[in-house]
């Protein structure tokens, strides 16, 4: 690694916070962007140095990329709320940093998406703008990696919460599989991929150790909490309808219910890595040990 400065971009977030990380632990000095460095408390002592700035205002960015190797963005939009845009976000504040990057020489550019978004991009146009950015990285010249984890565990938490309300709760017949991966062990792949050939100039779509069907983890957390459940099967329409409701008033909030709801009529099963199992990280939720993330 021989000291090499690694930027993280989308470092306050869940997936750039262990991201962060697992870069310190595997000996790279960290640089954090953030617009409000406070949200980069939790993993503070993971970062060697801060750069404050909004990756949407470019000229919040100058200098971003000095003395940098490698650039990881995990920036991205998760909102219900209607403002700002994808667009804005996931394509325009990525290409900031990625401008950045071509200014101060930098070679190297790993990027986090989606298991399975190009599959669903057609029928789920929120994802266009990042698979926009990643032509737009690969046509750059730099030397790329796109990363497409599935699920992460943060996303069966609310499975579980249902559960501790006594309710196992699937949309449709409950059988698409999933193998949700825990963020530590995504961070451990970016590590990996610095280094490793294999994955640079190319895609990886991975997830935890563990295939799930999306029932089985209800059940999972079922038997964690040793309780009774009632399964409720609910019908898809519902979301649909709701989503298209929404659109003319805030297109992200219907994007997003459409994404939840094609991602659940699917397998959603990666290429399966790490050593974190959703059972232990389920345990941690119902109170027994650490959920090991950021
Ligand atoms: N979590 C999952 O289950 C999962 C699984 C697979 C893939 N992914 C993808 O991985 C990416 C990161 O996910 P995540 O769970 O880490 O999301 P997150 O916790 O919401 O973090 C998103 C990051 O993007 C930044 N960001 C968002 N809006 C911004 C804006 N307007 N200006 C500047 N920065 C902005 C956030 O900065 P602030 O903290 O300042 O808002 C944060 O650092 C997303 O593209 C997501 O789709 C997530």
Redesign the pocket.
Known sequence: MDGKTVLVA???????RNIAWALHEGGYRVRAL???PR?LAPVRDACDEVFTG???RPGTLDGLCDGVDVIVS?????TLRSR?TPE???LH?NLNVLEQGLRAGVRRFIF????HAVDMMESVPVLRP?EEFIQRLKDSGLNWTVLR????F??MAEIFRFAQRGWGIVFGHGQYRINPVHPADIGQVVVNAITDPSLHNAEFGFGGPDTYTVAGIADLARRVLDRRQRMLHLPYWPVDALAAAVGPFNRNASGFLTFFRRALSRDMVGVPIGQHHLQDYFRALAGDGDTGSF
């Open positions: 989308g470092a306050t977030g869940y997936i750039g953030a617009r409000d949200r909004e990756a949407t995990s920036i991205g939009l998760r700002p804005a976000v996931d504040a986090v998406s989606v298991l990042r984890p599935t699920g992460a943060n996303d």
